[in-house]
């Protein structure tokens, strides 16, 4: 199973106790930490993190540095840690932006757990669908020009291929917390069939418990993807 969550709320949590947004941003690192642990032991073998979208650009000076700030003590807090739990990590996003010595701890990070087979965690840095949609269809207009694709011959699956997440399955269920009911620019090819689960605790206070109860709410929806199911078309005959 593939669970991707947008990280919000993380601001009001900091706001609502008259504390800086940034302490906010470092109460939901330590969740980041928490979830990560808990999630193989849960039935999650994909966890994908929203941390900071292509939009994030347009906030403060002092709160963009401040996220790549505690994203440098993520990875280097959490380096050998994610190798020792069997943890492959890879980033969904154009790193191009981002300032050399993350670009840096970003690679080290993805070759170290790249033989890693147990829980699969994305982190979407600098990630937007759309972004992701046009890198895509760049690589597959230039394949084509080059004469290696055929126009006629992509396909949804040649899509799939060339997105961040390639070899990836799609997420099956998508959490946002904080309240807030959209995607923001997350995961927009993917989420074509995901389960939506909007919470209204903050990702500061996300736990492990709160999570348990949304996986579980999950396992009790009947996903059809288009068919009628065979109980339910025998019901009607
Ligand atoms: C999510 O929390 C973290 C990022 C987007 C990086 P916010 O910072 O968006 O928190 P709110 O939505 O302002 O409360
Ligand atoms: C989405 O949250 C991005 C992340 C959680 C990284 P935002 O707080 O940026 O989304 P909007 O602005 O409320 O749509
Ligand atoms: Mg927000």
């Keep these: 199973m593939h669970v991707g969550i947008i990280m919000d709320g993380n601001g009001r949590w900091a706001t609502r106790q008259h504390l800086a947004r940034l302490i906010g941003h470092k109460n939901g690192a330590k969740r980041v930490k928490e979830i990560v642990k808990h999630s193989p032991g849960a039935g999650v073998n994909t966890l994908t993190l929203y941390a900071f979208s292509t939009e994030n650009w347009k906030r403060a000076a002092h709160e963009v540095e401040g996220l790549m700030k505690l994203f440098r003590k993520y990875m280097r807090d959490n380096f050998d840690k994610l190798d020792e739990n069997n943890v492959r990590v890879r980033f969904l996003g154009d790193p191009a932006p981002l300032a050399a010595d993350i670009r840096q701890q970003m690679q ?38 080059a004469g290696e694709i055929p126009p006629a011959q992509i396909t949804t699956q040649t899509i799939d291929e060339h997105l961040d997440t390639a070899g990836q399955t799609d997420p099956d269920l998508i959490i946002r917390t904080a309240g807030e009911m959209r995607l923001s620019n997350f995961m927009t090819w993917q989420s074509a069939y995901s389960e939506l689960v909007f919470v209204e605790e903050t990702w500061p206070e996300f736990t492990p418990a709160l999570y348990d109860r949304v996986l579980s709410g999950f396992r009790t929806r009947t996903r059809r993807f288009g068919a009628v199911p065979a109980d339910m078309a025998r019901a009607a005959e």
């Design 108 to 145: 080290d990070l993805t070759a170290l757990t790249a033989g890693n087979t147990g829980l699969n965690l994305n982190i979407a840095i600098n990630y937007g669908g759309q972004d992701e949609l046009v890198r895509a269809v760049q690589k597959i207009a230039q394949k084509a020009a």
